[in-house]
């Protein structure tokens, strides 16, 4: 099967959420947008209103050399048990 029939086959709430995680979750391991804007953090959350914070903490999974694999199964499991 191909990846892009594969993809698109899912279910649009698992197609948002998994490719919300490994977008984030990239941009994160790379740099380009700093683990700390997005993770969740109360006094931001209520103190500044940075409301994003819930939703962002969902998405993001801190890539590491120690957390690759675990990254991967999560991404399983979002679309395994969708």
Request: glycine share 2%; hydrophobic share 50%.
């Amino acid at each position: 099967m191909d990846a892009g029939v594969w993809y698109r086959s899912l279910p649009r709430f698992t197609r948002y959420w998994l490719t919300a995680t490994v977008v984030l979750s990239m941009l994160c391991r790379f740099d380009v947008i700093p683990l700390h804007w997005l993770h969740l953090d109360r006094s931001a959350v209520f103190g500044k209103l940075q409301l994003w914070r819930c939703m962002t903490s969902l998405f993001v999974f801190p890539i590491s050399s120690n957390t690759a694999f675990h990254f991967l199964i999560n991404c399983f499991f979002i679309v395994q048990y969708r």
